[in-house]
Nanobody, 123 residues
Framework: VQLQASGGGLVQAGGSLRLSCAASGRTSSNNGMGWFRQAPGKERVFVAG????????SYADSVKGRFTISREYAANTMYLQMNSLKPEDTAVYYCATSRQAVAGTGADQYIRWGQGTLVTVSS
């Protein structure tokens, strides 16, 4: 299974972007998935997660109310809708597949990672 993240770019503060994460190969819908981000000089941190069936989602406090995670099973794709973007959201965003049916917040719970897509928010 390979994950391909896309949708990053340059946006002004207050703007929106939608990230996509397409899975290819021998995919499974039995695993949770998540988004992480890594700002320059900082550790990779959890942003949002979604359970295998899409019923349960979780968010970092810093993005609650602004970001929405979803997944489209027919297309083997996960999304991250990002609204009201702030300069501090600037980072490389990575999608990942959890080893479990739910999506935890720890990076060590994820077994497969996409290559990352850069989001830059200007002030």
């Amino acid at each position: 299974v390979q994950l391909q993240a896309s949708g990053g770019g340059l946006v002004q503060a207050g703007g929106s972007l939608r990230l996509s994460c397409a899975a290819s190969g021998r995919t499974s819908s039995n695993n949770g998935m998540g988004w992480f981000r890594q700002a320059p000089g900082k550790e990779r941190v959890f942003v949002a997660g979604i359970s295998w069936n899409g019923r349960y989602t979780s968010y970092a406090d810093s993005v609650k109310g602004r970001f929405t995670i979803s997944r489209e099973y027919a297309a083997n794709t996960m999304y991250l809708q990002m609204n009201s973007l702030k300069p501090e959201d600037t980072a490389v965003y990575y999608c990942a597949t959890s080893r479990q049916a739910v999506a935890g917040t720890g990076a060590d719970q994820y077994i497969r990672w996409g290559q990352g897509t850069l989001v830059t928010v200007s002030s």
